[in-house]
């Protein structure tokens, strides 16, 4: 009763060329760029005015020392929010309505408070985000330092860019899976020449191989969660849907003032786990959760535990109705909750889901 991941796809299917990267110190580069020319900053919303350009076909957004800041298509969206208006109508606008209607609500329709702004000093002046005073920002170039010090270089070793329906091919701007904007990044690496053989998860019973496999995400502006998620699979497609996809687990972290503390804390140390863990205790995990019976006069209880009395019906139905025979075993409850996690269309509640289904492998 295997998923799949279709997080990867959507993020190939909307990157254009110069979003995409062939390797991740290309992908570092970048990032330390923008880092060494960006300056965050807290100052009042009343001290923010918008000011159309001389041609009035654009806008400048300018602080307290009175300089012009280019607002990005994120940033204009998250500074229209602060201003209270809606961002699509306001861009149907002229400039000077535009400027008039924001400043009014950033200067009287609102009350003093302050706002965090990422600036870009360059030759165009930028506004990268405009949040709440306390975001808590971790930068994309340590995200990516991170991985290249587990991982490599995303091309040349154990763990790389996936290949074609398991077989390795060469790595372009049309098949990569290493993504970087202005506003987000995000990450699908896997090592399939070191394939983990699971007893008893094919067809019939047979044994079947998997490799590992994980994502990586982060926003420096508040566009996007910092996380990872972890799984096996058995392969990805042309398009980037992960197929066959098997103890799926995430952490994410919102950018709340201890999100670095956090990522220094959770997500560093399970990059460090991962990139060092051997296949022996994933098999064993799965051989066990197999092998263990469940007690069929017990099974409501053991299922009320561990996913409260509300879904005991309808993990059992669902198990029913994909297998053919009740839930048996603890990797068949396994099995049901993920079932049951991938047809939720709420995240949060899909996530939850899964970690509990994952605790029964731990």
Same mark, same amino acid.
């Given at each position: 009763?295997?998923?799949?991941?279709?997080?990867?796809?959507? /993020?190939?299917?909307?990157? =254009?060329?110069?979003?995409?990267?062939?390797?991740?110190?290309?992908?570092?580069?970048?990032?330390? *760029?923008?880092?060494?020319?960006?300056? *965050?900053?807290?100052?009042?919303?009343?001290?923010?005015?918008?000011?159309?350009?001389?041609?009035?076909?654009?806008?400048?957004?300018?602080?307290?020392?009175?300089?012009?800041?280019?607002?990005?298509?994120?940033?204009?969206? !998250?500074?229209? !929010?602060?201003?209270?208006? =809606?961002?699509?109508?306001?861009?149907?606008?002229?400039?000077?309505?535009?400027?008039?209607?924001?400043?009014?609500?950033?200067?009287?329709?609102?009350?003093?408070? /302050?706002?965090? $702004?990422?600036?870009?000093?360059?030759?165009? =002046?930028?506004?990268? &985000?405009?949040?709440?005073?306390?975001?808590?920002?971790?930068?994309? &170039?340590?995200?990516?330092?991170?991985?290249?010090?587990?991982?490599?270089?995303?091309?040349?070793?154990?763990?790389?860019?996936?290949?074609?329906?398991?077989?390795? $091919?060469?790595?372009?701007?049309?098949?990569?899976?290493?993504?970087?904007?202005?506003?987000?990044?995000?990450?699908?690496?896997?090592?399939?020449?070191?394939?983990?053989?699971?007893?008893?998860?094919?067809?019939?019973?047979?044994?079947?191989?998997?490799?590992?496999?994980?994502?990586?995400?982060?926003?420096?502006?508040?566009?996007?969660?910092?996380?990872?998620?972890?799984?096996?699979?058995?392969?990805?497609?042309?398009?980037?849907?992960?197929?066959?996809?098997?103890?799926?687990? /995430?952490?994410?972290?919102?950018?709340?003032?201890?999100? =670095?503390?956090?990522?220094?804390?959770? $997500?560093?140390?399970?990059?460090?786990?991962?990139?060092?863990?051997?296949?022996?205790? $994933?098999? !064993?995990?799965?051989?066990?959760?197999?092998?263990?019976?469940?007690?069929?006069?017990?099974?409501?209880?053991?299922?009320?535990?561990?996913?409260?009395?509300?879904?005991?019906?309808?993990?059992?139905?669902?198990?029913?109705?994909?297998?053919?025979?009740?839930?048996?075993?603890?990797?068949?409850?396994?099995?049901?909750?993920?079932?049951?996690?991938?047809?939720?269309?709420?995240?949060?509640?899909?996530?939850?889901?899964?970690? !509990?289904?994952?605790?029964?492998?731990?």
């Amino acid at each position: 009763m295997s998923k799949i991941l279709t997080q990867a796809s959507t /993020e190939w299917a909307k990157r =254009p060329d110069d979003e995409r990267y062939l390797n991740l110190p290309d992908m570092e580069d970048r990032f330390l *760029a923008v880092r060494a020319n960006s300056r *965050a900053l807290v100052v009042p919303n009343r001290r923010l005015e918008v000011v159309p350009d001389e041609d009035h076909r654009g806008l400048s957004i300018r602080g307290p020392n009175g300089h012009g800041y280019r607002a990005t298509h994120w940033s204009f969206g !998250q500074l229209a !929010q602060l201003a209270g208006a =809606p961002a699509g109508y306001l861009r149907k606008l002229p400039a000077e309505l535009v400027a008039d209607n924001m400043n009014y609500g950033l200067q009287v329709g609102r009350s003093v408070e /302050e706002t965090g $702004v990422l600036l870009t000093v360059q030759e165009d =002046p930028v506004l990268r &985000a405009a949040t709440g005073p306390n975001y808590g920002r971790v930068w994309n &170039a340590d995200v990516v330092r991170q991985l290249i010090d587990r991982f490599g270089d995303g091309v040349t070793g154990d763990w790389r860019v996936p290949g074609e329906f398991g077989e390795a $091919v060469e790595i372009t701007k049309r098949n990569t899976t290493l993504f970087a904007s202005d506003r987000d990044m995000f990450v699908f690496l896997a090592d399939e020449d070191n394939k983990i053989e699971v007893p008893g998860a094919g067809r019939n019973g047979e044994n079947d191989l998997f490799s590992r496999g994980f994502f990586v995400w982060n926003s420096e502006v508040g566009a996007a969660t910092l996380g990872i998620a972890t799984f096996l699979f058995r392969y990805a497609c042309c398009n980037r849907i992960v197929w066959g996809v098997e103890q799926h687990k /995430e952490v994410r972290i919102r950018h709340t003032s201890g999100a =670095p503390e956090r990522w220094m804390e959770q $997500v560093v140390p399970a990059l460090e786990d991962y990139s060092r863990s051997s296949q022996a205790p $994933v098999v !064993q995990a799965i051989t066990d959760a197999r092998g263990k019976k469940l007690d069929a006069d017990k099974l409501d209880s053991f299922l009320a535990n561990r996913f409260g009395k509300s879904l005991v019906a309808n993990l059992k139905a669902t198990h029913l109705e994909e297998e053919g025979r009740p839930i048996e075993t603890v990797w068949d409850a396994v099995n049901a909750a993920t079932a049951i996690a991938r047809s939720n269309p709420h995240q949060d509640d899909r996530v939850a889901l899964e970690r !509990q289904a994952g605790e029964l492998l731990n």
